[in-house]
């Protein structure tokens, strides 16, 4: 096939679908992890961050239900983190650690800040 046409035609190439053991790595080891984001933000402010390693298999596991792999991490994880970060924001200084509760997946408001 000549060079010019090459660029030209759509390249439709289908991935090994992720299973919920890989998208947990994603959040725990990679460095560009949505979950470490966060917890290295809090870390900056002075809060530590407490919480069940369970919790990132329930990520995950809500990550699968949509069925678009990694990009429905950091929907998820930004989900969890949206109202602690507007606490923390909104009273800097106040807070040393956050404690996530495994029901933090379906509700956003399971935390407790102290």
Same mark, same amino acid.
């Given at each position: &096939?000549? #060079? #010019?046409?090459? $660029?030209?035609?759509? /390249?439709?190439?289908e991935m090994n679908?992720?299973?919920?053991?890989?998208?947990?790595?994603?959040?725990?080891?990679?460095?560009?992890?949505?979950?470490?984001? +966060?917890?290295?933000?809090?870390?900056? &402010? $002075?809060?530590?961050?407490?919480?069940?390693?369970?919790?990132?298999?329930?990520?995950?596991?809500?990550? &699968?239900?949509?069925?678009? $792999?990694?990009?429905?991490?950091?929907? /998820?994880?930004?989900?969890i983190f949206e109202?602690?970060? +507007?606490?923390?924001?909104?009273?800097? $200084?106040?807070?040393?650690?956050?404690?996530?509760?495994?029901?933090?997946?379906?509700?956003? /408001? &399971?935390?407790?800040?102290?």
């Amino acid at each position: &096939m000549p #060079e #010019e046409f090459v $660029g030209r035609i759509d /390249t439709i190439v289908e991935m090994n679908k992720l299973q919920k053991k890989d998208l947990i790595q994603i959040l725990k080891k990679s460095r560009l992890s949505i979950f470490k984001k +966060y917890q290295r933000e809090l870390r900056k &402010m $002075g809060i530590s961050l407490r919480y069940n390693p369970k919790l990132l298999e329930l990520i995950a596991e809500r990550s &699968m239900q949509l069925d678009t $792999g990694a990009r429905e991490l950091s929907n /998820t994880v930004n989900y969890i983190f949206e109202d602690i970060i +507007y606490n923390v924001m909104a009273n800097p $200084g106040r807070y040393s650690e956050c404690r996530l509760f495994i029901e933090i997946v379906d509700d956003n /408001t &399971m935390y407790k800040l102290s």
